[in-house]
């Protein structure tokens, strides 16, 4: 059964959108002034992300889409009163369940890449783009990557990109976390057949440029405080010289 009808909402600022489908909700929300903004960064949740926990719903308000682009947004602020970014949280694809088959397969993201592209490249024209990809959501945004009009991608949580190395992903720059706590770093880093997404992009030879995140768990990536989001705030920035590395 379908979700509520298309209901679109707009506040100074603020543009919300429920698109429904068989699968799941389809959200788009904008944090901060998207129309006088310099910097963009979009983040794309991975699994088990709904309308009921797209902003809210969970013990840590942080890791929901919503709760994290606000934690971004702060620490910006934090970070250059005066920046102009604005922060994207898109479930533009139908996200898998934890515990599924289409979590284990590029299936979703299929999909989802082309969507996101489409995104980037259509409404964000004119704009330094950065894509913050947290857990399924990296496969998302590596199917997205060749041909994205983005300046940097950064993944995180990350079970692989279904790629062997960052020069398959179209020549956008790479940078890669992941927690000592997180969970899924005991995933294994295999792909067999359309099972499972390869080399872990944090891994010395990937190509990618390795970020500090501390002992982030899975779901702490964002959380106020830490290393990680500051990180990932200096690259949204375009402040990549300030970045600590693991």
């Not at 910097?39 to 719903?57: C, E």
């Not at 779901?219 to 949204?236: F, K, Q, T, V």
């Amino acid at each position: 059964m379908l979700r509520p009808s298309l209901a679109v909402a707009a506040v100074a600022a603020l543009t919300y959108l429920v698109v429904p489908s068989p699968q799941g909700d389809r959200i788009v929300r904008v944090y901060g002034d998207l129309g006088t903004a310099e910097h963009v960064a979009v983040i794309v949740p991975g699994a088990d992300t709904t309308a009921a926990t797209f902003d809210g719903g969970r013990a840590k308000v942080h890791s929901t889409p919503g709760g994290g682009a606000r934690a971004l947004l702060a620490q910006a602020r934090a970070l250059d009163p005066g920046a102009r970014l604005a922060v994207v949280a898109w479930l533009g694809y139908d996200s898998p369940a934890t515990v599924s088959l289409e979590a284990a397969t590029g299936w979703a993201a299929e999909e989802g890449g082309p969507a996101l592209r489409r995104y980037v490249n259509e409404t964000l024209r004119g704009k330094r783009v950065t894509l913050l990809c947290h857990s399924y959501g990296s496969v998302v945004c590596a199917k997205a990557a060749p041909g994205v009009r983005a300046d940097g991608l950064a993944v995180f949580g990350s079970p692989g990109l279904g790629v062997s190395s960052a020069a398959e992903l179209g020549g956008v720059r790479l940078w890669a976390g992941s927690g000592t706590a997180d969970w899924a770093r005991g995933i294994p880093k295999i792909r067999i057949g359309p099972l499972g997404f390869g080399r872990d992009p944090a891994e010395p030879g990937f190509g990618s440029r390795v970020f500090a995140t501390g002992a982030a768990g899975h779901s702490d990536y964002l959380a106020p405080g830490g290393e990680s989001l500051r990180n990932l705030a200096l690259i949204a920035l375009g402040r990549t010289s300030e970045v600590s590395h693991a």
